[in-house]
């Protein structure tokens, strides 16, 4: 706490907009879209209000850049799968594998309903999670079957509706 204005103290290391990410994420998945208010998530923050509509001039901008940072981590942790083994089977069944750990996660299950309560308000949301979730997701494994397809390790005639 900052002894002068009572208020927490300024987040000091790395970059300030992933900090306010951070601080966004954990109150958006604590409070839910509804109950998180950019005042909440400034009490947390600390620093200027300039600072953080500087960055995010709204909740809703601030939720859509949450919600690619959550999905930034979800597509590393695939990429990551996807070249871990030369034996496909192997591969396909450990990603298979994963991608439901992730779902049925207490995270992945708080982040589906926090994507549920946020698209009742914008609809937009929706679309940010389609582009950033199972659209990337697709594409990583369209990618992946078009390189074993060219490596003769897995034959596929079509890797988009494989994927």
Known sequence: MDQESGRPKALRKGNRRDEIIEVATRCFLDQGYSGTTMSAI??????????????????????????????????????????????PRRTLTDFCQRFIERLVAPEGIALQRLIIDATRHFAHVGTVF??????????????????????????????????
């Open 42 to 87: 400034f009490e947390h923050v600390g620093g200027s209000r300039s600072t953080l509509y500087g960055h995010f001039p709204s909740k809703e901008l601030l939720f859509a850049d949450v919600l690619k940072f959550a999905l930034r981590d979800y597509r590393a942790d695939f990429q990551l799968v996807l070249r871990a083994s030369n034996d």
């Open 130 to 163: 389609f582009e950033e979730g199972p659209m990337v997701t697709h594409k990583l494994l369209m990618d992946y079957f078009v390189e074993q397809n060219a490596a003769g390790t897995l034959a596929c005639e079509d890797p988009g509706e494989a994927a």
